[in-house]
């Protein structure tokens, strides 16, 4: 792969290599065997031997600067054309087609169309060469000059057939293939510093550069967030801003730019290429003192930025794709760890809340009750009662309840084992009724069947179902005696239904509705159904048969 990217980024030498080596090939051949080449001593030898000489100062130009080669990318195709049509001409005046250069020149100009502008440039030349090779063969047919006319329209078939080859293989070819980045060190969501790290790294590594950086404006405060990566050392600023969001202009999405010559070649999407010698000032690259370099606009979750590398040894307009390309690679990396750190974000307010239901459930509503049984007892002792049994009994609870909430810490610490189960009758029963001498009520339960096996998890969440049912119905509801039923239904569903004699809810006093139950049973799947009257009120609890083991 990393050979693929390297001539992919090589273009413009690759097409140098290739003209000077054409050139000197068909040269050879006039020089070895002149009598099979029409006009040998004169025309043909001069025209490759000027065309040769031109593609080695084209090489030596080309290699050294970006910027000529890309300004005059089209005059030399044009060139090229035209040496083409020139010397198939000359060669093929009166001889056979195996003399003719015409293969090797034809598949060179379409494929540098296709590697300098795609299908585009492949479709344009195809048309040029068609038209032209059509018009002075043509001519030179009508004067008797050339007399093969099977091979002038075969000649002609082939360019239009090799044509819509390449410009088929076209599509995928001009896309530069980066490799995977691979996977930062640290934590999903957690690891911002080693994320944009390993970016830098990749992307010197890409390019073979001695420096990269990428600024992201903070959407909400605006400041610049600039990391740096110079020869391996990492570097981070917060900056406010410095208008470095104007870097580029609004249409542009890459840039190969020269400071010291202001030189630009813009790079506007799909395939466009613009070139400006007018004054220009990249904040981004001032701040990281870079004369020249390669700079492209990075669209991320996290906010809008640049990615800016510089020391490039070898540096062409090809890069500009592979800038582009570069930076969907690092917005997407951007984005998971976006992604990783809303969900951790999630899960944490989730795990708060679900711990604030749980204590709300238990310890708070124990707490409550606990309050209600000392009110009632400082009562007791005033009547001259003897409180040593009364004081017995919330000992017990405290212990039961000091059971419970290790409990509750070895469940967020440990977790529970899903496979466990669990005789959730015989549970509730044991609950109900110490619930029952907590509040001072009477309590039932039903349960046609015994024993009912669940899982853990879930009869842990019907104990404090149940244990924030009961504190409501007293504490609000003022009653008396509450009344529990438990079956496992033939559908598969758990129901369970919980019944006082309150005075039940207010007509229009929604803040008195359960709404710690009500969260806590939508959280397993469940529905809640409540029934409320002057008898007072009944929970209806449907739980879904995954849940039950």
């Not at 405060?221 to 990566?229: P, V």
């Not at 238990?362 to 040593?388: C, K, V």
């Not at 009758?425 to 509040?439: D, F, K, P, S, Y």
Request: with cysteine.
């Amino acid at each position: 792969m990393n050979g693929q990217r390297l001539l992919i980024r090589r273009t413009a030498r690759i097409l140098s290599a290739s003209r000077i080596i054409l050139a000197i090939i068909f040269l050879t051949g006039v020089l070895l065997d002149p009598d099979r080449v029409a006009h040998a001593d004169g025309g043909i030898f001069w025209l490759l031997s000027a065309y040769l000489t031109g593609a080695m100062l084209i090489a030596m130009l080309i290699w050294r600067s970006w910027w000529w080669d890309y300004r005059l990318a089209r005059t030399i195709h044009l060139i090229d054309i035209a040496v083409f049509i020139a010397a198939v001409l000359l060669c093929e005046a009166g001889y056979g087609y195996a003399s003719s250069p015409f293969p090797g020149f034809s598949s060179f100009l379409l494929i540098t169309a296709m590697a300098r502008w795609g299908k585009r440039g492949v479709a344009s030349t195809a048309i040029t060469l068609v038209v032209v090779y059509g018009l002075f063969g043509g001519l030179l047919l009508v004067q008797g000059i050339a007399n093969d006319t099977y091979q002038y329209v075969r000649h002609l078939a082939n360019i239009a057939l090799l044509a819509m080859l390449v410009i088929w293989f076209a599509a995928d070819m001009r896309v530069p293939r980066i490799d995977p980045m691979q996977e930062a060190d640290g934590i999903p969501g957690q690891r911002q510093d080693q994320l944009l790290t390993a970016v830098l790294a990749f992307t010197r590594q890409i390019f073979k550069a001695g420096g990269a950086a990428i600024a992201i404006v903070d959407p909400d405060t605006q400041d610049i967030h600039l990391y740096r990566d110079c020869n391996g050392l990492f570097r981070y600023e917060c900056l406010t801003d410095t208008g470095f969001n104007k870097d580029l202009g609004g249409d542009a999405d890459a840039a190969l730019f020269d400071r010291a010559r202001q030189r630009r070649i813009l790079d506007l999407g799909n395939g466009q290429l613009k070139a400006l010698t007018t004054p220009f000032d990249y904040t981004m690259a001032n701040l990281c003192q870079v004369p020249w370099g390669i700079m492209a606009r990075l669209s991320s979750a996290q906010g809008q930025g640049f990615l800016l590398v510089w020391d490039i040894p070898v540096c062409t307009i090809d890069d500009l794709a592979v800038a582009r390309a570069l930076v969907r690679e690092v917005a997407l990396a951007l984005d998971h760890e976006e992604m990783a750190s809303l969900a951790q974000s999630i899960a944490v307010s989730n795990v708060r809340s679900a711990i604030a239901r749980d204590l709300h459930d238990s310890a708070a509503q124990f707490l409550a009750g606990t309050l209600f049984r000392l009110d009632a007892l400082r009562g007791w002792i005033r009547a001259g009662h003897n409180p040593e049994p009364e004081i017995l009994s919330m000992r017990a609870a405290l212990q039961d309840e000091q059971v419970h909430l290790r409990g509750l810490i070895d469940r967020l610490q440990l977790g529970l084992l899903p496979e466990r189960t669990i005789d959730v009758v015989a549970e509730l029963e044991a609950l109900i009724h110490e619930m029952g001498q907590h509040w001072n009520i009477t309590t039932s339960i039903h349960a046609p069947q015994r024993p009912l096996a669940i899982s853990v998890d879930l009869a842990y969440e019907l104990r404090l179902l149940l244990r924030e049912a009961v504190a409501n119905a007293v504490r609000h509801g003022e009653c008396s005696q509450v009344d529990l039923a438990i079956e496992h239904l033939p559908d598969g569903v758990l129901q369970v239904s919980i019944n006082d004699n309150g005075k039940g809810f207010a007509t229009n006093d929604t803040q008195l509705h359960p709404r710690s139950i009500s969260e806590r049973i939508a959280a397993l799947g469940g529905k809640l159904q409540i029934a409320s009257g002057a008898t007072g009120v009944r929970l209806d609890i449907a739980l879904p048969a995954q849940i039950a083991a």
